[in-house]
């Protein structure tokens, strides 16, 4: 299906998700990027238990981010309110422990990123006529940055959490 969320495959609706960059491109970067999907919907079909776990993960990691966003908001008020600086420091240690939450979840799920490549995707390339030999070497290339968006989904949720910090330092 195509999608403007980003390519990925749902492990919820059982559906590959490309970006119009993607869905129906002829590239090599196309076919290594479905591949890539297609490699966890081969996890999934075979009951990898990593992408299990990181399913269940990835989905409570967004209702806790929320929550501790939500959390953080409240803790000046809430010190504010209650004239207790304790409260305030419990509060801010609970949200930003639960900002910090998103960031270990994506670092977990890296195995599960290089076995989609790398297990999965990269012999399904090499052994097909998918693409030349001689574009296996750019075909692992592109595998290894498609492993390692979670690396950067990480970086990100540091500079979140760096974000609230600078906030609440104001």
Known sequence: AVTDSGDHYDPVGKTIRLTSKICGRKTLTAVVV???????????????????????????????????????????????????????????????????????????TLPTEFDASFKRALPMLTSGAYIPSEDIPAAKKILLARALTYVSNSLIGLLNVWRWIRLLRR
């Open 34 to 108: 479905a591949a890539h999907e297609v490699g966890h919907a081969i996890q999934d079909h075979t009951g990898y238990k990593l992408l299990i776990t990181r399913t269940r993960m990835i989905g409570a990691a967004r209702k806790i981010e929320r929550f501790g966003a939500v959390l953080m908001m409240g803790v000046p008020v809430l010190a504010a309110l209650t004239r207790a600086p304790s409260v305030g420091v419990l509060m801010f240690l609970a949200g930003f422990a639960t900002l910090c939450i998103p960031v270990l979840v994506h670092l977990l």
